[in-house]
């Protein structure tokens, strides 16, 4: 019969050896999705893609190690705030992993600027990026846009509201279209008219109610809130060259309910426009997996951004929708009276 000691000393050593393996195991675990979303890239911090009331507007450009010669756009803002330079590259390693050039866009944020003037920012950052693209190494013809919350509304200004440029204008960069040709976004507002259950409905018709000044002093007034929300919300603007998108959105989320997306989906099917809608269970206005979803968002480019191109140098938008467009990016808001 073995001793008490020999098989304790037996046991011990199997429970270190087990333990060890299984710590290993975990590091090595660790160490992969580590490596996973830190790819090797190269960055171009802080180019100047315009300026907004005296302050530089800058965009970060992420090449990565073996680029497909395609670039997406990335909008890096929350609650319609950005803080230039902050974008890390593990939140678009997906995309970076798939050759993506990734372009991070910042604006001045609210209530500083407006979202009027963010929107027609974000548009000058797309048409800066197709005049330099040459330069970039990507094609001009096929760019992509993606973002969250305040990124993902902004990205879907640009699906429904990109422009071609202005031929005659002094600004070269102000030539080139503010199109985009593939669109994946998180839990974005459409209707800033028809908040619904949201916690930022005020009830009474009027802006979020906690970004009453982002929208300007002057939408306090009803009426001229009517205006400026419709101008601002993508799901006015849908038209039949409205470019792929893909919506991801929980159905926990209180702040952007999943009906925004899931309205946004239905009048763009009325259109027969694609428009796909991936509902997060449980989620809420964001989750702790997210990084993993934009490997969805990798996918969708790849399927919409890698096709051929149309003879059209861009694929810019035409001035027809089933709502009038008024005068494009700009969005020049008529007051009332």
């Known amino acids: 019969m073995m001793p008490v000691g020999m098989n304790l000393r037996r046991i011990i050593r199997r429970l270190l050896v087990?333990?060890?393996?299984?710590?290993?195991?975990?590091?090595?675990?660790?160490?992969s999705v580590w490596l996973y979303l830190h790819p090797t890239c190269t960055e171009t911090r802080g180019n100047v893609y315009g300026e907004r009331h005296g302050q530089k507007l800058t965009l970060d450009i992420l090449r990565p190690a073996k680029p497909n010669g395609l670039a997406?756009?990335?909008?890096?803002?929350?609650?319609?705030?950005?803080?230039?330079?902050?974008?890390?590259?593990?939140?678009?390693?997906?995309?970076?992993?798939?050759?993506?050039?990734?372009?991070?866009?910042?604006?001045?944020?609210?209530?500083?600027?407006?979202?009027?003037?963010?929107?027609?920012?974000?548009?000058?950052?797309?048409?800066?990026?197709?005049?330099?693209?040459?330069?970039?190494?990507?094609d001009p013809r096929r760019l992509g846009v993606t973002g969250g919350s305040a990124g993902g509304h902004l990205s879907l200004l640009l699906a429904t509201r990109g422009t071609r440029g202005a031929s005659n204008a002094a600004d070269p960069v102000e030539r080139e279209d503010s199109t985009v040709q593939a669109v994946a976004v998180f839990f974005p507002?459409?209707?800033?008219?028809?908040?619904?259950?949201?916690?930022?409905?005020?009830?009474?018709?009027?802006?979020?109610?906690?970004?009453?000044?982002?929208?300007?002093?002057?939408?306090?007034?009803?009426?001229?809130?009517?205006?400026?929300?419709?101008?601002?919300?993508?799901?006015?603007?849908?038209?039949?060259?409205?470019?792929?998108?893909?919506?991801?959105h929980g159905d926990a989320d209180t702040l952007v309910p999943l009906e925004q997306s899931q309205r946004f989906q239905a009048e763009a099917h009325h259109l027969g426009r694609t428009v796909d809608l991936v509902v997060h269970h449980g989620g809420q206005h964001g989750?702790?997996?997210?990084?993993?979803?934009?490997?969805?968002?990798?996918?969708?480019?790849?399927?919409?951004?890698?096709?051929?191109?149309?003879?059209?140098?861009?694929?810019?938008?035409?001035?027809?929708?089933?709502?009038?467009?008024?005068?494009g990016v700009a969005m020049a808001v008529k007051r009332p009276g």
């Open 18 to 31: 087990v333990g060890g393996a299984l710590v290993l195991g975990a590091l090595l675990c660790v160490g």
């Open 72 to 138: 997406v756009l990335l909008i890096a803002s929350g609650g319609w705030r950005s803080t230039a330079g902050s974008f890390r590259t593990w939140i678009a390693a997906p995309l970076l992993r798939r050759g993506y050039t990734v372009i991070a866009v910042y604006h001045l944020s609210q209530p500083e600027a407006t979202v009027t003037e963010i929107a027609e920012d974000v548009n000058r950052a797309v048409r800066y990026v197709r005049y330099h693209a040459n330069e970039y190494h990507i």
């Open 189 to 248: 507002v459409t209707d800033l008219l028809n908040l619904g259950p949201s916690t930022e409905n005020p009830g009474n018709g009027g802006p979020p109610k906690s970004f009453v000044k982002a929208f300007g002093q002057e939408t306090t007034n009803l009426a001229i809130w009517k205006v400026i929300g419709r101008e601002l919300s993508p799901i006015y603007f849908i038209s039949s060259n409205l470019p792929p998108v893909l919506l991801v």
């Open 287 to 327: 989750w702790w997996t997210m990084s993993w979803d934009v490997r969805r968002f990798a996918i969708w480019f790849d399927r919409y951004l890698r096709q051929p191109t149309p003879t059209d140098r861009t694929g810019a938008v035409s001035n027809t929708s089933r709502s009038a467009r008024g005068n």
